[in-house]
């Protein structure tokens, strides 16, 4: 179905700048024109954005679960589920995200999420296997027993399932190298996460292709826990290994339950907006009422309560990710820190989709691109989606 759109009446954020009262025309979902002022081609279909803004879609690096439902559920159903509750919310491409869990359920997963991916209005971009290799200290509150080191066999099988985009592995885990080589050569975006690594095994890991860290603070090594695992002299971590090497970039769950206000600000001033993203880490309680839920897969994740703004582990000392969506990310940063919205919406869109190589076609309002496109409130409250 051909549909010829223009989007009037907002401010659109480009990734470097306002514009206002401009005019947006897309195609068959494509964008071909933007215009700072003017009036709308006569054929096209008007959206009026009555004075609020006009974004790009959101694009989420690390999701889990939404609307009841965990991609680790493993049915094409789920799956469904997860995508169209994220896309109220304003997020567009999706990477679906393993926990940790057996072979068989993480093998499910990928033939769930392929299945889905083929569907027309599919979000799903593709999949983050994330767990199952965590360093045995900071698997969090994911299942210890799905928690293992990474062979070169099991890789494969992910790997050959084609849809695997994005690849987390703690570097200080035996076969680590191995597993981010393997990676690298099947096109993935290499990440460390749910690790205690020292900064020798990140120079490692990089050489082997790692450029990313998992949710920065979050079940990652710090200088006083290297000196705990490996005594003195103290030893510079993940977090050092981040902030000084321009080529790394890492993300944050700025949902203003896991990291304060001055954490989120330090983070966007050392690594600035195009090393930095924003991520959810949502788990399945997205959107439903407080209570008691599994993460991970429906029959035996971990149990976590959702008191409706963020998951708790059991016995309430710990948090167990994220229960809002990208839009709630999006304002809080803007609140929490002195980033201008156009660096906070690139943080949540153009700087993911760079980072994974999908920049060229999404990630930001600009001609010859997917018209992914939201439609936000002067509250930057998500109003209208369109995808494609
Ligand atoms: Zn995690
Ligand atoms: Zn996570």
């Known amino acids: 179905m051909t549909r010829h759109l223009a989007f009037i009446n907002g401010t659109l954020i480009a990734p470097d700048r306002l514009i206002e009262d401009a005019i947006l025309v897309s195609r068959d979902g494509i964008i071909t024109a933007i215009k700072p002022h003017g009036t709308p081609p006569k054929q096209a279909e008007v959206i009026d954005a009555r004075g609020g803004y006009i974004a790009p879609g959101y694009v989420d690096l690390h999701i889990h679960g939404g609307g009841g439902a965990d991609f680790m559920d493993g049915t094409a159903d789920a799956s469904r589920t997860v995508g169209r509750s994220h896309l109220k919310h304003g997020t567009t491409p999706i990477f679906p995200t393993t926990t940790t869990g057996s072979v068989d359920q993480i093998m499910q997963m990928l033939a769930a999420c392929r299945e889905v991916q083929a569907d027309q209005a599919s979000t799903?971009?593709?999949?983050?296997?994330?767990?199952?290799?965590?360093?045995?200290?900071?698997?969090?509150?994911?299942?210890?027993?799905?928690?293992?080191?990474?062979?070169?066999?099991?890789?494969?099988?992910?790997?050959?399932?084609?849809?695997?985009?994005?690849?987390?592995?703690?570097?200080?885990?035996?076969?680590?190298?191995?597993?981010?080589?393997?990676?690298s050569k099947a096109?993935?975006?290499?990440?460390?996460?749910?690790?205690?690594?020292?900064?020798?095994?990140?120079?490692?890991?990089?050489?082997?292709?790692?450029?990313?860290?998992?949710?920065?603070?979050?079940?990652?090594?710090?200088?006083?826990?290297?000196?705990?695992?490996?005594?003195?002299?103290?030893?510079?971590?993940?977090?050092?290994?981040?902030?000084?090497n321009q080529e790394m970039s890492t993300e944050v769950i700025a949902d203003g339950c896991h990291l304060s206000p001055e954490l989120l600000e330090f983070a966007y001033r050392m690594l600035g907006p195009d090393r930095l993203c924003l991520v959810t880490d949502c788990n399945r309680a997205l959107d439903m009422p407080p209570g008691d839920y599994r993460f991970g897969h429906v029959s035996d994740g971990t149990w976590f309560h959702s008191d409706g703004q963020v998951g708790w582990a059991p016995g309430g000392q710990s948090l167990a990710s994220s229960v809002k969506g990208m839009d709630h990310m999006v304002r809080t940063m803007k609140r929490a820190t002195s980033a201008s919205l156009p660096e906070v919406i690139r943080m949540a869109s153009l700087t993911p989709a760079r980072r994974v190589g999908l920049a060229d076609r999404l990630g930001s309002l600009?001609?010859?691109?997917?018209?992914?496109?939201?439609?936000?409130?002067?509250?930057?409250?998500?109003?209208?989606v369109f995808l494609g």
Request: proline share 4%; aromatic share 8%; net charge positive.
């Open 124 to 183: 799903i971009a593709g999949v983050h296997l994330y767990g199952p290799y965590f360093a045995p200290d900071k698997v969090g509150c994911h299942s210890e027993a799905g928690r293992r080191s990474p062979t070169a066999a099991e890789t494969k099988r992910y790997l050959a399932s084609g849809i695997v985009s994005i690849a987390t592995c703690a570097a200080e885990l035996p076969g680590a190298d191995a597993f981010y080589r393997a990676a």
């Open 366 to 384: 600009e001609r010859g691109k997917l018209a992914n496109i939201l439609v936000l409130n002067k509250k930057l409250e998500v109003k209208q």
């Open 187 to 244: 096109g993935c975006f290499i990440t460390c996460g749910h690790s205690n690594a020292s900064w020798h095994e990140m120079q490692r890991a990089f050489q082997a292709g790692m450029r990313h860290v998992d949710h920065f603070w979050c079940a990652m090594s710090s200088v006083p826990g290297l000196r705990q695992r490996l005594g003195v002299p103290m030893q510079a971590s993940m977090a050092e290994f981040v902030l000084m």
